[in-house]
């Protein structure tokens, strides 16, 4: 190993931002032919440090090394030229381009006068798609690819410089298995050709199916690099939270108390229909199925945001009709949305404020909103959810997705609702601030609460529920009982398949 | 081995050097607004030392009132995350209407009539863009055209004049004087006074920069999001009757066209006191000082010996460098390829 010399290497990178220390004395290496996964929660600065390397942000301190020789990123432009090429998440793509006017934009070849030459610009990009083994050609419009395609796109655009290290950010977060097996083939291929390889993953099976070496943040501190080889998924998480999960199932063994919200032969129009349950307080009801199975319509129907076609919703015993968020709240529901950014916050107003919006008409010092009693709701919430903020001035958008997440819940929470609809309680949050979510969701349940989860991850529904309500395509399949229930028969019931014992 | 920790050290050391500079930084963009005006008004006193003069000051907040009045309404409306580009031919419409029913009604019954029907107004926009969701931008560029139109329609073309100008006591609101304060100044600040109060303090302020930065995410918390841009449509016409009345008591005759171009001014002074185009940020107090700058530099280019229409240039040219130092504060940099 001593005498290869990594492609890429960081040495003390820092980065702090107002309030923040984002990477504090950040080092590690890439030698060629390496799969490097980069690990860490949401907020321990992985994307920081991406930024950093792709020259969109300055390091405030700290080198970053190309073979011998030390390198500065002025900008995207510049990191693309020294090599260093990235597979984003989020796709950068344009719709309305070909595939290959999208791969080589901004440096499409040329005829005399300027014209581009399309013949040249298919074949080379025929070129490129033959080498990944994909299905659609270089005149196929983006918009017209699966998402999955459309991230081929990406990587044919890496392979189309001379690609020293390329960087993988959640590849896999929207494939199929078959196309992660292809994904794969394709970091084989570079992994051959001697090309660094960073892969941020939070999948462990993915990154011990695929990496050498791993290095994790947390906190925007570097903790290690290890041999994948040396070590284990438990031996990593520790090193990413500081200390152990628990993701043990959890059915109550309190007394069960009255049914709070009842539903009968609810339907929606196309969204779901026929749909009938209970939630009783005390208890924790998981919505379990996938995306588009009706679970958020229903939450949204509940919440006032869309009026349902037929059926009935009862609260506490009582037939109601809920015509708006602010009924809805009015008669003791919450809702903590599923997209944190979009619904759940004002990114740009502070945390206070933020979680104390829904009741701000009901906090009143004469015509002036009381400030004292909005701060004292604050406090009380950051410490029973240990939210960690500079102050409740700290814009909300500055904070990491954990506590952004639990700004959201304590803004539900701060309402005493009588029924707490959770959509996605931990979708995108760093490991430990899911665990302690989890338990927070219990404790409720404890405390008296009446809760509905709905998740798309199943451990999650196992761990959280007390009773699994399975639904596919807009109806509910199957209810389960946390102590009948088995993965094989929950993913059954999500994907529509019969199951005798379906009631 | 000692390499290395000199090596940390230095780096701790450049850390520190350029987290002060962070923090200048962050001073400017928070306070440039601030430092800009000290800095106009320095260069200006000592370009001319009639610039500071009381008489001056003065003059130049007396004519920025009717400015800065429909800038602290506009101030709403650009929080809510929309735009107001009705305001000037709706403060024509106003002091139209205002100087017509003066002679037919009265100033007592005049000026409340006057409110009434500029309050139509402002609802009507309002309901387009609060409840019917439609785009302000398209709305209001309508409306500045439609309410041209209804005024002229209004007046039959004809400038309007008030018979008695004398014997009126309606002059007071232009022209009149209290505590050796002329009126406008007073009316601007106590408005100023108390609509910072409503933005700042109040639930409904908390509900207009909720809103603005969010709207999506103040529905999801039970916030009436129509109801709250309709709101900030009335008070954004509320202060324009009140920029009319203003107008109107101080000539006591108008042309049709008195309020025209006003909104790019309304609109410049907003922006300069940092409220985001986006919607979601900007404060009473700061668009007040966006409006004396905007009011202080128009007067120091006419002190300076410069032609009247020159400022129509240099007003487009503090809107563009306003905006520009709005997003340079915001991503660090003059320039950058990314948002």
């Given at each position: 190993?001593?005498?290869?010399?990594?492609?890429?290497?960081?040495?003390?990178?820092?980065?702090?931002?107002?309030?923040?220390?984002?990477?504090?004395?950040?080092?590690?290496?890439?030698?060629?032919?390496?799969?490097?996964?980069?690990?860490?929660?949401?907020g321990?600065?992985?994307s920081?440090?991406?930024?950093?390397?792709?020259?969109?942000?300055?390091p405030?301190?700290?080198?970053?090394?190309?073979?011998?020789?030390?390198?500065?990123?002025?900008?995207?432009?510049?990191?693309?030229?020294?090599g260093?090429?990235?597979?984003?998440?989020?796709?950068?793509?344009?719709a309305?381009?070909?595939?290959?006017?999208?791969?080589?934009?901004?440096?499409?070849?040329?005829?005399?006068?300027?014209?581009?030459?399309?013949?040249?610009?298919t074949?080379?990009?025929?070129?490129?798609?033959?080498?990944?083994?994909?299905?659609?050609?270089?005149?196929?419009r983006?918009?017209?690819?699966?998402?999955?395609?459309?991230?081929?796109?990406?990587?044919?655009?890496?392979l189309?410089?001379d690609?020293?290290?390329?960087?993988f950010?959640?590849?896999?977060?929207?494939?199929?298995?078959?196309e992660?097996?292809?994904?794969?083939?394709?970091?084989?291929?570079?992994k051959?050709?001697?090309?660094?390889?960073?892969?941020?993953?939070?999948?462990?099976?993915?990154?011990?199916?695929?990496?050498?070496?791993?290095?994790?943040?947390?906190?925007?501190?570097?903790q290690?690099?290890?041999?994948?080889?040396?070590?284990?998924?438990?031996?990593?998480?520790?090193?990413?939270?500081?200390?152990?999960?628990?993701?043990?199932?959890?059915?109550?063994?309190?007394?069960?108390?009255?049914?709070?919200?009842?539903?009968?032969g609810?339907?929606c129009?196309?969204?779901?229909?026929?749909?009938?349950?209970e939630?009783?307080?005390?208890?924790?009801?998981?919505?379990?199925?996938?995306?588009?199975?009706?679970?958020?319509?229903?939450a949204?129907?509940?919440?006032?945001?869309?009026?349902?076609s037929?059926?009935?919703?009862?609260?506490?015993?009582q037939?109601?009709?809920?015509?708006?968020?602010?009924?809805?709240?009015?008669?003791?529901?919450?809702?903590?949305?599923?997209?944190?950014?979009?619904?759940?916050?004002v990114?740009?107003?502070?945390?206070?404020d933020?979680?104390?919006?829904?009741?701000v008409?009901?906090?009143?010092?004469?015509?002036?909103?009381?400030?004292g009693?909005?701060?004292?709701?604050?406090?009380?919430?950051?410490?029973?959810?240990?939210?960690?903020t500079p102050?409740?001035?700290?814009?909300?958008?500055?904070?990491?997705?954990?506590?952004?997440?639990k700004?959201?819940?304590?803004?539900?929470?701060?309402?005493?609702?009588?029924?707490?609809i959770?959509?996605?309680?931990?979708?995108?949050?760093?490991?430990?601030?899911?665990?302690?979510i989890?338990?927070?969701?219990?404790?409720?349940?404890?405390?008296?609460?009446?809760?509905?989860?709905?998740?798309?991850?199943?451990?999650?529904?196992?761990?959280?529920?007390?009773?699994?309500?399975?639904?596919?395509?807009?109806?509910?399949?199957?209810?389960?009982?946390?102590?009948?229930?088995?993965?094989d028969?929950?993913?059954?019931?999500?994907?529509?398949l019969s199951?005798d014992?379906?009631? | 081995?000692?390499?290395?920790?000199?090596?940390?050290?230095?780096?701790?050391?450049?850390?520190?050097?350029?987290?002060?500079?962070?923090?200048?930084?962050?001073?400017?963009?928070?306070?440039?607004?601030?430092?800009?005006?000290?800095?106009?008004?320095?260069?200006?006193?000592?370009?001319?030392?009639?610039f500071?003069?009381?008489?001056?000051?003065f003059?130049?907040?007396r004519?920025s009132a009717?400015?800065?009045?429909?800038a602290?309404?506009?101030?709403f409306?650009?929080?809510?995350?929309?735009?107001?580009?009705?305001?000037?031919s709706?403060?024509s419409?106003s002091?139209?209407?205002?100087?017509?029913?003066?002679d037919k009604?009265?100033?007592?019954?005049?000026?409340p009539?006057?409110?009434?029907?500029?309050?139509?107004?402002?609802?009507?926009?309002?309901?387009?863009?609060?409840?019917?969701r439609?785009?302000?931008?398209?709305?209001?560029?309508?409306m500045?055209?439609?309410?041209?139109?209804?005024?002229?329609?209004?007046?039959?073309?004809q400038?309007?004049?008030?018979?008695?100008?004398?014997?009126?006591?309606f002059?007071?609101?232009g022209?009149?004087?209290?505590?050796?304060?002329?009126?406008?100044?007073?009316?601007?600040?106590?408005?100023?006074?108390?609509?910072?109060?409503?933005?700042?303090?109040?639930?409904?302020?908390r509900?207009?920069y909720a809103?603005?930065?969010?709207?999506?995410?103040?529905?999801?918390?039970g916030?009436?999001r129509?109801?709250?841009?309709?709101?900030c449509?009335?008070i954004?016409?509320?202060?324009?009757?009140?920029?009319?009345?203003?107008?109107?008591?101080?000539?006591?005759g108008?042309?049709?066209?008195?309020?025209?171009?006003?909104?790019?001014?309304?609109?410049?002074?907003?922006?300069?006191?940092?409220?985001s185009?986006?919607g979601?940020?900007?404060?009473?107090?700061?668009?007040?000082?966006?409006?004396?700058?905007?009011?202080?530099?128009?007067?120091?280019?006419?002190?300076?010996g410069?032609?009247?229409?020159?400022?129509?240039?240099v007003?487009?040219?503090?809107?563009?460098?306003?905006?520009?130092?709005?997003?340079?504060?915001?991503?660090?940099?003059?320039?950058s390829?990314?948002?």
């Amino acid at each position: 190993m001593t005498d290869v010399k990594p492609v890429l290497r960081l040495e003390d990178i820092v980065k702090t931002f107002p309030g923040v220390r984002a990477l504090d004395g950040v080092s590690f290496s890439v030698l060629p032919g390496e799969v490097h996964a980069l690990m860490g929660e949401n907020g321990a600065g992985k994307s920081t440090l991406m930024k950093v390397l792709g020259g969109i942000y300055q390091p405030d301190g700290g080198a970053i090394f190309m073979g011998d020789q030390q390198v500065v990123m002025a900008g995207p432009l510049e990191a693309k030229a020294k090599g260093v090429m990235f597979i984003h998440q989020e796709l950068s793509l344009a719709a309305e381009l070909s595939v290959a006017e999208n791969i080589y934009l901004g440096e499409l070849p040329r005829k005399s006068f300027g014209r581009v030459d399309w013949a040249k610009l298919t074949e080379q990009t025929d070129a490129i798609l033959k080498k990944l083994n994909v299905s659609f050609d270089a005149k196929t419009r983006v918009g017209d690819l699966s998402i999955a395609n459309q991230q081929m796109v990406e990587i044919a655009r890496a392979l189309t410089v001379d690609a020293k290290a390329v960087i993988f950010d959640e590849p896999t977060a929207s494939l199929t298995d078959a196309e992660k097996v292809v994904l794969f083939d394709v970091i084989a291929d570079l992994k051959r050709d001697g090309v660094g390889i960073i892969y941020i993953s939070h999948r462990m099976e993915e990154i011990f199916k695929i990496t050498d070496r791993i290095s994790v943040l947390r906190d925007g501190q570097y903790q290690g690099t290890v041999n994948t080889a040396d070590s284990t998924e438990e031996s990593i998480t520790q090193m990413m939270i500081g200390r152990k999960l628990d993701l043990s199932r959890n059915a109550s063994h309190h007394e069960l108390g009255d049914v709070a919200l009842e539903v009968r032969g609810l339907s929606c129009g196309k969204l779901y229909q026929d749909v009938n349950f209970e939630v009783r307080r005390g208890e924790v009801v998981g919505f379990y199925g996938l995306v588009g199975a009706g679970r958020t319509e229903i939450a949204e129907t509940l919440f006032g945001l869309r009026e349902p076609s037929e059926g009935q919703i009862l609260l506490d015993g009582q037939e109601v009709r809920i015509h708006s968020p602010a009924d809805a709240i009015s008669r003791g529901i919450s809702l903590v949305p599923e997209d944190r950014k979009g619904q759940g916050l004002v990114l740009g107003m502070n945390c206070r404020d933020n979680m104390t919006l829904p009741q701000v008409d009901d906090l009143k010092a004469g015509p002036f909103v009381a400030e004292g009693a909005e701060v004292a709701i604050f406090d009380q919430y950051r410490d029973r959810l240990d939210i960690r903020t500079p102050g409740w001035r700290a814009q909300a958008g500055n904070l990491s997705g954990g506590n952004q997440q639990k700004i959201v819940i304590g803004k539900w929470l701060s309402m005493h609702p009588n029924l707490l609809i959770v959509d996605e309680p931990t979708r995108g949050i760093d490991v430990g601030s899911k665990s302690e979510i989890h338990k927070l969701l219990r404790e409720l349940a404890a405390q008296g609460y009446a809760v509905m989860v709905i998740s798309s991850e199943m451990p999650e529904v196992l761990h959280v529920s007390d009773r699994i309500i399975a639904m596919y395509s807009g109806r509910v399949m199957r209810t389960f009982n946390s102590e009948e229930v088995t993965e094989d028969s929950l993913i059954k019931a999500i994907s529509g398949l019969s199951d005798d014992k379906a009631a | 081995m000692s390499d290395m920790s000199q090596n940390a050290s230095n780096l701790r050391e450049g850390m520190m050097a350029s987290m002060s500079k962070q923090q200048i930084g962050r001073v400017l963009a928070k306070q440039g607004i601030l430092i800009a005006f000290a800095v106009f008004m320095i260069a200006f006193a000592i370009a001319s030392p009639k610039f500071l003069s009381v008489d001056n000051v003065f003059s130049v907040v007396r004519s920025s009132a009717i400015i800065g009045v429909m800038a602290l309404g506009v101030t709403f409306v650009v929080i809510s995350g929309n735009l107001d580009l009705s305001v000037g031919s709706m403060m024509s419409f106003s002091t139209i209407v205002v100087l017509d029913l003066h002679d037919k009604l009265g100033p007592a019954l005049a000026i409340p009539a006057m409110f009434a029907m500029t309050l139509c107004l402002g609802a009507f926009i309002g309901f387009l863009v609060g409840y019917l969701r439609l785009n302000s931008l398209i709305v209001t560029l309508g409306m500045l055209s439609a309410i041209h139109g209804l005024t002229l329609t209004y007046s039959g073309g004809q400038n309007m004049d008030i018979a008695d100008k004398e014997g009126t006591w309606f002059s007071v609101f232009g022209q009149g004087t209290a505590l050796g304060i002329p009126v406008p100044i007073l009316i601007f600040l106590i408005l100023a006074a108390l609509l910072g109060m409503v933005l700042a303090k109040t639930p409904f302020g908390r509900k207009v920069y909720a809103v603005g930065g969010n709207g999506t995410a103040a529905t999801f918390s039970g916030i009436p999001r129509a109801r709250t841009v309709f709101y900030c449509y009335l008070i954004s016409a509320t202060c324009v009757a009140t920029a009319g009345l203003i107008q109107a008591s101080r000539s006591l005759g108008s042309q049709n066209t008195v309020g025209q171009g006003l909104e790019l001014e309304v609109l410049a002074a907003v922006i300069l006191g940092g409220a985001s185009l986006l919607g979601g940020s900007g404060t009473v107090f700061k668009t007040v000082i966006g409006v004396l700058i905007l009011g202080f530099i128009q007067n120091g280019l006419l002190l300076m010996g410069l032609q009247f229409y020159v400022q129509f240039v240099v007003t487009w040219i503090i809107i563009i460098l306003a905006v520009w130092l709005d997003i340079a504060a915001k991503r660090g940099k003059l320039w950058s390829p990314i948002a």
